[in-house]
């Protein structure tokens, strides 16, 4: 019997920059394998006979769906754990659940509202928990990102045009050290993983929120410190011009998270001017060739058409990597024994 503690994958801070590096490294394998069979079809299915368990208190399409293939790619059965569905929450405690699903999956994916469930589940669960969202981080979301990014500037430097698959020849260390990321928007679970998870690659953020928005203490102090050994800079303010000035990239999410429904009416007034649009980057002074990042899904009011559908908007394929990402987490937890 196996008695040693499960490896979780519960936010990128537990990680350092190589082992998040490794990952992305890993997801680019996964999705030239995948598509173009590069350098040959899969065939071993090392989760035949596992199960992973999504245990989802909030709703999803990206990171279910993504989470779904890609079990199902490694062999393995992923089993749909919906709110509506099992006794958590109405009949039964987050303690009892884990203990009682951990004792029959191989894996656990976990949507959750306050960040403390997910930290109970990765302490009860008998096998890995990954966390597929709580209100504090989206660790998923961001290792997409940081493929997304080492894609996109990968094949700008080797000229290789846009959705055209090449040779990786260069490291995610080296194509993403030295971006300037402006974010533009909540103090949210998507900005507070990029504070944790960009400094350390050397990425520099710049983050404008409007006043009363602030992140936790504790994640700038983390971006703060990475930031000191890596160069790159740290920096908040409530002007969006500001936060965009000189940016390669502008990322933004929604004013209204989930589980937050009923301040919208008071977000949405205290969001006045935060839209991502061309008129702001231009107005900001951001690069002329800046691109857009949004996790999705989107609402018009924190990105207008013009930008999200344009040339420069790279948020398909940021969703797309999600499978790819979550496909190398969970082949490194289940199958590689850690990360
Ligand atoms: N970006 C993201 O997590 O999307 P879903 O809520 O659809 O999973
Ligand atoms: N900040 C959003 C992200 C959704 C993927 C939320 O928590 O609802």
């Given at each position: 019997?196996?008695t040693a503690k499960p490896k979780h994958f519960i936010t990128t801070?537990?990680?350092?920059?190589?082992?998040?590096?490794?990952?992305?490294?890993?997801?680019?394998?996964?999705?030239v394998e995948s598509k173009y069979n590069y350098p040959k079809a899969?065939?071993?299915?090392?989760?035949?006979?596992?199960?992973?368990?999504?245990?989802?208190?909030?709703?999803?399409?990206?990171?279910?769906?993504?989470?779904?293939?890609?079990?199902?790619?490694?062999?393995?059965?992923?089993?749909?754990?919906?709110?509506?569905?099992?006794?958590?929450?109405?009949?039964?405690?987050?303690?009892?659940?884990?203990?009682?699903?951990?004792?029959?999956?191989?894996?656990?994916?976990?949507?959750?509202?306050?960040?403390?469930?997910?930290?109970?589940?990765?302490?009860?669960?008998?096998?890995?928990?990954?966390?597929?969202?709580?209100?504090?981080?989206?660790?998923?979301?961001?290792?997409?990102?940081?493929?997304?990014?080492?894609?996109?500037?990968?094949?700008?430097?080797?000229?290789?045009?846009?959705?055209?698959?090449?040779?990786?020849?260069?490291?995610?260390?080296?194509?993403?050290?030295?971006?300037?990321?402006?974010?533009?928007?909540?103090?949210?679970?998507?900005?507070?993983?990029?504070?944790?998870?960009?400094?350390?690659?050397?990425?520099?953020?710049?983050?404008?929120?409007?006043?009363?928005?602030?992140?936790?203490?504790?994640?700038?102090?983390?971006?703060?410190?990475?930031?000191?050994?890596?160069?790159?800079?740290?920096?908040?303010?409530?002007?969006?011009?500001?936060?965009?000035?000189?940016?390669?990239?502008?990322?933004?999410?929604?004013?209204?998270?989930?589980?937050?429904?009923?301040?919208?009416?008071?977000?949405?007034?205290e969001f006045a001017g935060y839209q991502v649009t061309n008129d702001?980057?231009?107005?900001?002074?951001?690069?002329?060739?800046?691109?857009?990042?949004?996790?999705?899904?989107?609402?018009?009011?924190?990105?207008?058409?013009?930008?999200?559908?344009?040339?420069?908007?790279?948020?398909?394929?940021?969703?797309?990597?999600?499978?790819?990402?979550?496909?190398?987490?969970?082949?490194?937890?289940?199958?590689?024994?850690?990360?």
């Amino acid at each position: 019997i196996n008695t040693a503690k499960p490896k979780h994958f519960i936010t990128t801070a537990d990680y350092t920059a190589e082992q998040l590096f490794d990952l992305v490294d890993r997801s680019i394998q996964f999705k030239v394998e995948s598509k173009y069979n590069y350098p040959k079809a899969r065939t071993e299915r090392p989760l035949d006979g596992k199960t992973v368990g999504l245990l989802f208190s909030k709703r999803s399409t990206r990171t279910r769906v993504a989470t779904e293939t890609a079990v199902g790619y490694l062999g393995g059965n992923a089993m749909f754990l919906g709110g509506q569905d099992i006794q958590l929450g109405v009949n039964e405690s987050l303690l009892d659940t884990t203990r009682v699903v951990s004792s029959m999956v191989d894996g656990i994916m976990a949507r959750v509202g306050g960040h403390h469930e997910i930290e109970t589940l990765a302490k009860e669960s008998a096998v890995p928990v990954v966390n597929a969202l709580s209100d504090k981080y989206h660790p998923t979301q961001i290792l997409a990102d940081l493929m997304t990014l080492h894609e996109f500037y990968h094949n700008k430097k080797n000229n290789v045009p846009a959705g055209v698959y090449s040779a990786h020849t260069q490291h995610p260390r080296e194509t993403l050290k030295g971006l300037k990321v402006a974010w533009v928007g909540d103090a949210n679970n998507i900005l507070q993983e990029i504070l944790v998870a960009f400094p350390k690659c050397g990425i520099s953020v710049s983050a404008a929120c409007p006043p009363g928005y602030t992140c936790d203490q504790d994640v700038i102090d983390i971006a703060q410190a990475d930031a000191k050994k890596t160069g790159a800079t740290v920096f908040f303010t409530t002007s969006p011009e500001e936060a965009i000035k000189d940016c390669d990239v502008i990322v933004t999410d929604t004013w209204v998270s989930m589980g937050q429904e009923e301040e919208k009416k008071k977000r949405l007034a205290e969001f006045a001017g935060y839209q991502v649009t061309n008129d702001l980057a231009a107005r900001g002074g951001a690069k002329s060739d800046w691109i857009f990042m949004h996790c999705l899904p989107r609402k018009p009011e924190e990105v207008d058409d013009e930008v999200f559908y344009s040339e420069r908007s790279v948020v398909f394929p940021e969703a797309e990597n999600r499978k790819w990402t979550i496909l190398a987490v969970f082949d490194a937890l289940l199958v590689r024994g850690g990360i």
